[in-house]
């Protein structure tokens, strides 16, 4: 059976089992298209978060930007606390006085809390602007895996997910979403793990990829990560264990990712699903469980990747130094069944070589290095030969550099496409809400019926899947800044409205509005100083780098000052105005103890 | 519901168990997987060094255990202020 035959047949499956769950689990109330009828077992929820939070980027692109990142994999390890150190935020913060709160939506929770309607429609538009960002990277993403997989153009697989995700979100809402997302979980898991482990035992013998990072290169018979370390210096380019040189910078970035990750409301409406508070707690445990296994392989992938790729175009640097023997032949790649990758992966333009000084070798290294561009001119070399690796490379092309049969390749197209869906069906259903519940119940018509607004649900379900599919097909400039728009405006804005709602029960209407309007007007023209005003080209002020950053703070880490800006704003503005009223008091009291979660006020009226 | 004196002994008891375990939290993470590193690179682990393995590996460790230690503890907390659900 040919590959192609094989890619349709399994994501064919795995898209037959989403619609077959789509139609069993459709949602007949508001309480079950928001909140699954509050009845998802934690285990399955924290599946279901695992798949909601792992998107495209983090199934596809992360090991490879921690393989290939010029400052080296170290510094890269932001991403790996950031995105899981959030968890413990959320389970020690948040999620379970959300879901003592008993309601259905983020905003819903800041409104009320801080009673004002203009505090919940800042959030809405927080939310909105966020989970937009965020859904458009998960929509090219659909429409890429299934160009490179299926042979289709991108705009048609975008169609086609786009129709997958509007069966299960428009029927099921949270419901179907949930179920699916666990189907989408197990698929991304295998998927992703099945490579690492075969990578894992031929590089290092060891079966867990995660006790492989830390342990012994065979072939060489020295430590993998300091095999890779020689080898990577060697060729001119940074260490790969290195220190950062930007301590600061390193240390807000982490912080931005965590407080962001606990603050994105797709990610916090998953624990209103859970039926009790100790059950939200637990959850959050089990999301990290599942979240761990995907993000601790991650880092081993990223690191046997490179040494991979390496020792690929210099052969001697498996066992010895790189520059001892000859680079990789054109002849090689040509003809060695072993390395046809390389040219399959060339026809995608995700990677590129060429043999500039025409000696038949492609010499792969930094040529931006001056000790090693002299040895690299004495040897008559002119210039670096491996142009282009994509980062996606590390991930996609790993079945296929270490020889994996032809059903692990289908299983990472259907595992890429799996991890995009799902956080892009989470992302969708956070926005449908914000518009039916915060907008049209809450503020245009607070006396639609139960009906009339689950009618609404899902028009605002099928009215943003058209809008998201609209905005992957026409990328706007904004597309390509999720890390810093989505995450700074979560980490400066709604995060710290969220914990002081519920930690403090001095902070009032006017200090919540001001702090999280100062939060974010702060860590968006901060942005914009550097990125361009709303990202149009060439409206930036200063140029995006480390020499032009105040205290070397990038924009991307912005989110922790912004946020602590928020916090002073809050407390400031709060301090100089009125106490909250008493029934404000008292709904803190009641978010604070678990008791009474079931018989809240919602469940009462059906 | 339990009485107020009594919710905010729970409340008290919640906060302190946070800040404990806050504190775990950061050291991990930004503590030894960043800000302490240079400090921790005698101690060699897998060809690096012990920084290097909370950066990438340890702090998810202990974020898991954390989660699921303060949902135990919690619960035994619920049940003894008799807030449980």
Redesign the interface.
Known sequence: MDQFTLNLLVIGATFALYIGIAIWARASSTSEFYAAGRGVHPILNGMATGADWMSAASFISMAGIIAMASAGGYEQSAYLMGWTGGYVLLALLLAPYLRKFGKFTVPEFIGDRFYSKSARMVAVACLIIASVTYVIGQMTGVGVAFARFLEVKSSTGLYIGATIVFAYAVLGGMKGITYTQVAQYCVLIVAYTIPAIFISLNLTGNFLPQAGLFGTHTASGVALLTKLDSLVTELGFRQYTGMTTNMLNMVLFTMSLMIGTAGLPHVIVRFFTVPKVADARASAGWALVFIALLYTVAPAVGAMARLNLTTTFWPNAVAGKAFDGDAISVAAINTDPQLNWINNWAKTGLLKFEDKNGDGFIQYYNQNNPTVKALADSKGWTGNELTTVNNDIMVLANPEIAHLPGWVIALVAAGGLAAALSTAAGLLLAIASAISHDVIKGAINPNITEKGELLAARIAMAGAIAVATYLGLNPPGFAAQTVALAFGIAAASIFPALMMGIFSKRINNKGAVWGMLSGLIFTLVYIFIYKGWFFFPGTNQLADNVDNWVFGISPLSIGTVGALVNFAVAYAVSLASEEPPQEVQELIESIRVPKGAGSAPHLAMH | ??DKSS?NA??KA?IRM?QL??VI?FVV??GF???L??ML?GIA?????LG??F???G???V??V???V??WR??GL?KE?????
């Open positions: 519901m339990a919710s729970y409340w919640n946070i375990f806050l939290w993470s930004f997987g960043i800000i590193r240079p690179s682990v897998g060809g690096t060094d290097f393995w950066a990438q590996q702090s998810i460790l974020f898991l954390l989660i699921f303060y949902a919690m619960n619920d202020f008799g807030v449980e659900e």
